[in-house]
C-alpha cells in the first residue's frame, strides 16, 4: 500500500578530513581551488568534485551491482555497441542511430557527428531497454528514423526514467532538451571547505633527464606547482523520500543505495595530483543524523573562525576542529532544540569523541553505517 503522507526522513552526513600537501581540486589556472569564508581565505573541493568520487568509486559501485551510470557525449558509439551493429562507419546505421538520439535525448554535436551537444548522464538499465525496444524494428529505422521512432517508442520517456539507477537517484539529471525526463536529486552535497585558514604554498620542480652526457648539468625541464595541507569539513544529506521515489518505490535498492552512499562519502577521495602527492587520508571524525521534521543543519558555521593549533594544549588541528564541531552541535540543539533528531552516531578515528556525542559514539565505520541505515524508515511514496 502506497504511503500517503510521506514521512520527512533527511539523512546528514558531518565528515571532518585532515589532508597533508595535496592538489585534490584545481581551477582552471590549475591552482587548488579556494574560497573566502568567515573573511578568511580557506581550501575548498567542489561539490561537483566530491560527487564524481563518491559515483566512481569501487566502494560504491560494488555495493550496487549494475544500478550505476554513465556521463558520456559519446552514446552514439555505446547505442551502437548495444544495437549489435558493425562498429565501422555506415552512413545509413550511422545516420538512423543520430535520429533515435536526437528523439530520445538531445541535439548531436554540430562539429563532431559521433557526439552529442551535451554530455548526457544515463542507466545501464536505460540504455538496455532503450537497445531492448529498437532492435526488433531496426529495419524501420534504417528506412526512416523519425517515422520508425513514432510508430515503436510511445511512452519510451517514461520506461526511460523508470529505469533510474542509484547515483542519478542520489545526485538527479537535467535533459534541457526533454524535460520529462528530468530526474530531482535526492541529496545535497556541500563544497567541503577547511576550517582552517588557507596557507597556500608552491612546490618548484625540476625533471633531470637520465641520459644527461658527463660533464654536462642542468634540468630537463622545471615548473611550479601549487599545493596545501588543510583539514575539511564535508557535509551531506540525503532526503529519503525523494531517493525511494525516484527508485520508484524499490525499497531493497533505496537501502542498498543509501549504505552505498555512506560508505562512499566517507571513503571515496577525489583522484586531482594523487599520482604525486599520494593524500589518501582516511576521515578523522563522522557525525551521522537521522531526522524526521525534514530540517538539515550544516555545521559549518562551526569554523567561522578558522581552527589553529594550540600550543598551549597541545591540541592539533583535527582536535581544535572535533571540539568546535561538537560545541557547535550543543549550541545549535540548545537553540533550536533537537526533537527532530531521531539518531545521531558518531565515530572518532585516534581522536576522543565530544563529551556531548559521547553517548553517539561507535568504534567502527561499519557500525556507524550500520546503525545510520538501521534507524532509517524507508517506505512506499506516492510517485
Known amino acids: 500500500m502506497i504511503n500517503q503522507k510521506e514521512n520527512n526522513m533527511i539523512v546528514e552526513l558531518h565528515i571532518l578530513q585532515n589532508f597533508p600537501p595535496a592538489s585534490l581540486n584545481r581551477d582552471d589556472t590549475n591552482s587548488p581551488k579556494d574560497c573566502e569564508f568567515g573573511g578568511h581565505r580557506r581550501a575548498r573541493i567542489s561539490s561537483q568534485c566530491l560527487k564524481r568520487s563518491v559515483r566512481l568509486s569501487e566502494d560504491f559501485r560494488s555495493r550496487l551491482g549494475g544500478s550505476t551510470s554513465i556521463r558520456t557525449k559519446r552514446l552514439h558509439a555505446q547505442l551502437k555497441r548495444l544495437l549489435e551493429l558493425p562498429p565501422d562507419p555506415d552512413k545509413s546505421s550511422d545516420e538512423a542511430v543520430s535520429s533515435l538520439i536526437e528523439n530520445v535525448y538531445c541535439k548531436m554535436d554540430s562539429k563532431s557527428a559521433q557526439q552529442t551537444s551535451v554530455p548526457l548522464y544515463l542507466s545501464a538499465r536505460e540504455l538496455a531497454a532503450l537497445a531492448d525496444r529498437i532492435r526488433p524494428h531496426w529495419n524501420d529505422f534504417l528506412a526512416d528514423a523519425d517515422k520508425a521512432f513514432s510508430k515503436h517508442c510511445k511512452g519510451i520517456e517514461k520506461e526511460l526514467t523508470d529505469c533510474c539507477s542509484s547515483d542519478i537517484a ?3 539529471r537535467m535533459m534541457a532538451e526533454k524535460p520529462a525526463q528530468n530526474i530531482d536529486a535526492a541529496s545535497q552535497v556541500a563544497h567541503a571547505i577547511s576550517t582552517n585558514r588557507l596557507s597556500m604554498e608552491m612546490d618548484f620542480f625540476t625533471a633531470v633527464d637520465d641520459l644527461l652526457p658527463a660533464g654536462e648539468s642542468g634540468a630537463g625541464m622545471m615548473g611550479i606547482v601549487e599545493y596545501n595541507s588543510s583539514c575539511f569539513y564535508r557535509y551531506s544529506n540525503v532526503d529519503v523520500s525523494q531517493l525511494t521515489r525516484n527508485l520508484r518505490n524499490d525499497l531493497d535498492l533505496a537501502r542498498k543505495t543509501l549504505q552505498a552512499f555512506i560508505h562512499a562519502s566517507i571513503t571515496a577521495i577525489p583522484s586531482g595530483k594523487q ?48 571540539i568546535a564541531l561538537g560545541k557547535y552541535w550543543s549550541a545549535l540543539t540548545d537553540a533550536f532544540g533537537a526533537e527532530g533528531v531521531a539518531t545521531k552516531v558518531a565515530c572518532s578515528i585516534g581522536y576522543q569523541c565530544p563529551e556531548n556525542l559521547a553517548d553517539a559514539a561507535v568504534p567502527s565505520v561499519n557500525r556507524f553505517v550500520d546503525r545510520i541505515v538501521a534507524a532509517v524508515e524507508i517506505e512506499e511514496v506516492v510517485s
Open 170 to 172: 542520489l545526485f538527479g
Open 275 to 322: 599520482t604525486s602527492t599520494a593524500a589518501r587520508t582516511m576521515p578523522s571524525f563522522i557525525l551521522g543524523v537521522v531526522r524526521t521534521d525534514a530540517s538539515a543543519w550544516s555545521l559549518a558555521n562551526a569554523f567561522v573562525k578558522p581552527i589553529a593549533p594550540s600550543r598551549a594544549n597541545n591540541e592539533d588541528i583535527v582536535e581544535g576542529s572535533i
